[in-house]
């Protein structure tokens, strides 16, 4: 265990729903991260939160919309997906953004869009 | 603009054999680089890092990666493989200044008892 929890661990939805992606740290770290693992391809970087303020939106969909309501906690909302956003969802936090600082994953939400 | 690559999908190795899995990278500065390790369906784990010093880096269950900046490389070694080795591994990079951490596509390592 990394500290850093995910939930659902499974998601099917159809391109008209709204659902919501839950991640928590248990580690007292200060950034918050979302990223999306699709097959063979790098992760992407989404969104960072740092003191609960987001600091980068990598050009996401505004179909995606974070959401950081304390240090703790990040929310992924997601409406109106498309089959192509189908992918492993993951989060990561670390105890700041400097450059040297490790990030922590959680398990990942496998996401379906139907 | 940096980058990473990894220039294998996959590697196959014997168990108790020697592995290793390449890295090389790509930074306008001095480099911070990373290993991390993805069984399935779970996330990534942090293996080792290298931001300044010895370049020799020794992480997590007995891996070490080198830091050869003539080579702009950060191969990832072991020296006995073990079948529980056997999974997905992430070089990542990241410049200085305000830059993300850029991963690469990853290498799949089997290891055959």
């Known amino acids: 265990e990394t500290g850093v929890t995910q939930t659902p661990r499974h998601l099917v939805m159809g391109m008209t729903n709204k659902k919501s992606l839950k991640c928590e740290q248990h580690l007292g770290h200060n950034a918050m991260y979302w990223y999306k693992q699709s097959a063979k391809k790098p992760l992407e970087l989404m969104f960072v939160?740092?003191?609960?303020?987001?600091?980068e939106n990598n050009s996401v969909p505004s179909r995606f919309s974070p959401e950081c309501p304390n240090s703790s906690h990040l929310f992924l909302h997601l409406h109106t997906l498309q089959p192509e956003d189908s992918a492993l969802y993951l989060c990561?936090?670390?105890?700041?953004?400097?450059?040297?600082?490790?990030?922590?994953f959680g398990p990942g939400t496998r996401l379906l869009v139907l | 603009a940096q980058s990473v690559a990894q220039p294998e999908d996959q590697v196959n190795v014997a168990e108790g054999n020697p592995l290793t899995v390449k890295c090389t990278y790509s930074?306008?500065?001095?480099?911070?680089l990373f290993w991390y390790v993805q069984y399935p369906n779970r996330g990534l784990q942090f293996l080792l890092k290298?931001?300044?010093?010895?370049?020799l880096v020794k992480g997590s269950y007995g891996f070490e990666a080198e830091f050869n900046k003539s080579q702009t490389s950060f191969h990832l070694k072991k020296p006995s493989a073990l079948v529980s080795d056997s999974a997905l591994y992430f070089c990542a990079v990241r410049d200085r200044g305000n830059t993300p951490l850029v991963f690469g596509k990853g290498t799949r390592l089997s290891v055959i008892a």
């Open positions: 990561a936090s670390s105890p700041g953004t400097a450059k040297g600082e490790t990030q922590y």
């Open positions: 290298y931001i300044t010093g010895d370049n």
């Open positions: 939160y740092s003191l609960e303020e987001r600091v």
């Open positions: 930074v306008s500065g001095n480099p911070y």
